[in-house]
């Protein structure tokens, strides 16, 4: 039988080998979609952790992303568990750093930990125009939209895009929400999100509460 809180331990810990045995033992005993489902939860806390420790300063950057390629690993292992029907999808996401923005850390955290919650997840990658979220939000109808940049000058790019979005029709089909270590309360005002963030966990959390 699996043990949920050792899982949680476990990854919060970053323990990589360890995390592998435990899902390589459960997916072996062949267990229920439930019960994989109950497992991926566990890694989500996990990464719940992980992101608290970062906040409090015992974990940097480098460790974000290592959790991130962890929690990857760990969905994958999980996936023929879990199942990949559509019915299980909470809702879908486009995703992109803006226009003038390299970064792509905290967008690739984000990506992981929303497609480990049921996200179907778009991703657009760096440096994106605005016309590439238009494009993309016309053809795939997400719920959301998400936007990431870590550059000051990122948030006058998050704003062009809302505003391309409205200017095309479409900003009132998403939610809108923003990411990265510039973002405030007042920047989100200024760009016209609906939220932001500058924790991945956090971000997911937002998510899921528009979509339920």
């Known amino acids: 039988m699996l043990d949920l809180k ?6 919060g810990d970053l323990e990589e080998e360890k995390v592998l045995e435990i899902l390589n033992d459960f997916v ?12 991926v939860s566990a890694c ?26 962890l929690l990857t690993e760990a969905i994958s292992l999980l996936k023929p568990v879990i199942g990949t029907g559509s019915s299980a999808k ?17 967008k690739n955290i984000f990506r992981s930990m929303a497609e480990a919650a049921g996200f179907e997840v778009h991703d657009l990658g760096i440096d994106q125009p605005v016309q590439a979220f238009i ?17 000051t000058l990122a ?18 089909s998403v939610k ?22 500058t924790n991945a966990a956090e971000g997911v959390k937002i998510s899921q509460g528009w979509v339920k």
Do not use: W
Not at 176 to 197: L, M, Q, R, S, Y
């Open 44 to 69: 989500q806390e996990g990464m719940a952790v992980v992101g608290e420790l970062f906040e409090k300063g015992d974990y940097f950057v480098g460790d974000l992303i290592f959790a991130g390629e």
């Open 176 to 197: 809108i929400i923003i990411g990265g270590n510039p973002v405030t309360k007042e920047a989100c005002d200024h760009i016209g999100a609906d939220a932001f963030t």
């Open 155 to 172: 948030l006058e790019a998050m704003k062009d895009t809302v505003d391309g979005l409205k200017e095309a029709g479409i900003r009132d």
């Open 6 to 11: 050792t899982l949680t331990q476990a990854v």
């Open 135 to 151: 494009d993309k939000v016309k053809a795939v109808k997400p719920d959301i939209v998400g936007m990431s940049g870590v550059l």
């Open 28 to 39: 072996a005993s062949k267990p229920s979609e439930d019960e994989g489902q109950k497992a």
């Open 90 to 106: 909470l809702g879908s996401i486009v995703l992109g750093t803006v226009h003038g923005d390299l970064h792509d850390i905290g």
